[in-house]
């Protein structure tokens, strides 16, 4: 089955879920100038952060990754994560679960 759907048309911020109750579970993140997400954790996934507009300070653990529209960031979700937003901005994030090897 093929679903389609607009960013603009997600409820929820700044999470919204773009296709509910489906893996790989993927969200909009949308955060005003200098908000930010709590530090927290994806256990058992690989996480992609797509930044689709604005620029954040992506805190992974004891590391600072600045990223600008454009930007694709890929990382274990075991790392504790927490965005902080220098301008407004949005980011399509996938949360895969992670393969067994």
Same mark, same amino acid.
């Given at each position: 089955?093929?679903? =389609?759907?607009?960013?603009?048309?997600?409820?929820?911020?700044?999470?919204?879920?773009?296709? +509910?109750?489906?893996?790989?579970?993927?969200?909009?993140? #949308?955060?005003?100038?200098?908000?930010?997400?709590? +530090?927290?954790?994806?256990?058992? *996934?690989?996480?992609?952060?797509?930044?689709?507009?604005? @620029?954040?300070?992506?805190?992974?653990?004891?590391?600072?990754? #600045?990223?600008?529209?454009?930007?694709?960031? *890929?990382?274990?979700?075991?790392?504790?994560? #927490?965005?902080?937003?220098?301008?407004?901005?949005?980011?399509? =994030?996938?949360? @895969?679960? *992670?393969? @067994?090897?």
């Amino acid at each position: 089955m093929t679903e =389609i759907t607009t960013l603009s048309e997600l409820d929820g911020e700044p999470h919204a879920n773009v296709f +509910p109750e489906s893996e790989p579970k993927t969200v909009r993140l #949308s955060l005003g100038a200098d908000e930010r997400v709590a +530090p927290h954790t994806h256990p058992g *996934r690989d996480v992609v952060l797509y930044l689709l507009d604005g @620029a954040i300070d992506l805190e992974l653990d004891e590391e600072t990754h #600045s990223l600008v529209a454009g930007d694709v960031a *890929r990382f274990d979700g075991e790392r504790e994560i #927490s965005p902080v937003a220098r301008e407004p901005s949005t980011a399509l =994030i996938v949360l @895969a679960n *992670r393969s @067994a090897e």
